[in-house]
């Protein structure tokens, strides 16, 4: 296939490859290419083939048919044929989402599944996707809608876990032009006009009035992003030694958070809690309870919140041995997060409780 020059095919191939240096991929390793058949991915897929010959890259491009419209069997073989003009292996994978509640969630995680499974099928050790700036926006006014914690505010990060987004620092209607500059076909998914779904109306309602503000609103939040995911960064290294100082393992059958022993397992003990600046006792919350097996998407801002006053009452009441519990307001406390697990706080700290799912493995 002919590359056609321009430019602004040239200013992005050198963004495009800073980005991967920036992230540590390697000349000649392995990646991943998710490509959907939008413009976004296309242009990314067609960026990556210009480098990949001077960086030794060895391509591989994977597609994911849901399943979820009538289109997507075109759309896979579209993919497929732009795969052959590049001469680049492609694998498509046709997965089922059941319908049901966070169908775009699911259907997420099943991608990324899908591509990691090949990433170690072809010996790849990075999967490149096609996230944009306007991606990243999006994202993260929809996480201040939901309450979001440093790592939401921090948005989708450019390189992390095997995963790199060399086209966060563009804009959609930038990457979009990039595609069309480098004749490259694509597909508009008719679901991304859909006002049903809350990105779409950011996209539609949201974004254009803060672009009158700010016409340059893609690149300034990136900008800003960068201090909040250092920011970020700086929180979970000190979230981690907070962790470490408060953890406490008890291997013995306990009797529980309202009996005279401790519970079996990990849990955050409440002395000395207070003295933890309060972002940090949040972030080292939330990264305790994942280890324990709470999905991260059951842990609301305000929940995490309340799971923190009651550790703070009890490290009070503890400091005071003379103080009633009733009233210090220091009592059993428990926070369902799921129906099958739920957070307990009390005398002996923070534990997380199974009432119908098997635990993790034991410390």
């Not at 006014?141 to 309450?147: H, Q, S, V, Y």
């Not at 059951?298 to 005071?320: F, N, S, Y």
């Not at 103080?323 to 220091?330: D, K, L, W």
Request: one cysteine or more; aromatic letters at 4%; charged letters at 25%.
């Amino acid at each position: 296939m002919e590359a056609p020059r321009h430019p602004d095919i040239a200013r992005a191939l050198g963004d495009v490859g800073r980005a991967l240096t920036t992230a540590g991929v390697a000349d000649g390793a392995g990646v991943v290419v998710g490509c959907s058949g939008g413009a976004d991915s296309v242009a990314l897929l067609g960026l990556l083939w210009r480098l990949a010959g001077k960086r030794g890259w060895r391509l591989v491009v994977g597609h994911v048919d849901h399943g979820l419209r009538p289109e997507s069997v075109r759309e896979a073989q579209q993919v497929r044929e732009l795969c052959a003009a590049f001469e680049l292996p492609c694998e498509i994978t046709r997965i089922t989402v059941a319908p049901g509640p966070d169908l775009a969630a699911r259907a997420r995680d099943l991608r990324r599944e899908s591509l990691q499974e090949l990433g170690r099928r072809h010996a790849a050790s990075w999967i490149a996707l096609g996230h944009t700036a306007t991606d990243q926006v999006e994202t993260v006014l929809l996480n201040l809608t939901r309450g979001a914690g440093v790592d939401g505010l921090g948005g989708m990060s450019p390189a992390g876990d095997g995963v790199v987004r060399p086209l966060l620092g563009m804009s959609r209607a930038r990457v979009r032009d990039l595609a069309g500059r480098m004749q490259l076909p694509f597909v508009d998914d008719p679901s991304n006009d859909d006002r049903r779904h809350p990105r779409v109306r950011v996209r539609m309602e949201v974004l254009p009035q803060l672009r009158q503000l700010n016409p340059s609103l893609e690149q300034t939040v990136s900008e800003a992003l960068t201090q909040v995911r250092a920011a970020a960064d700086l929180v979970h290294d000190l979230a981690g030694v907070a962790l470490a100082n408060q953890l406490e393992v008890d291997v013995g059958a306990g009797s529980g958070p309202r009996g005279g022993q401790p519970p079996p397992g990990r849990r955050v003990r409440p002395q000395g809690w207070r003295a933890i600046p309060a972002v940090v006792r949040l972030q080292a919350l939330r990264d305790f309870c994942v280890r324990e097996g709470v999905d991260s998407g059951e842990l609301a801002v305000g929940a995490l919140r309340d799971v923190d006053a009651a550790l703070c009452e009890w490290d009070a009441h503890l400091e005071d041995a003379r103080r009633p519990a009733v009233s210090g307001g220091a009592r059993p406390r428990t926070f369902c997060v799921h129906p099958e697990r739920r957070l307990c706080v009390g005398r002996w700290g923070l534990h997380v409780e199974y009432t119908g799912a098997e635990a993790p493995d034991g410390p």
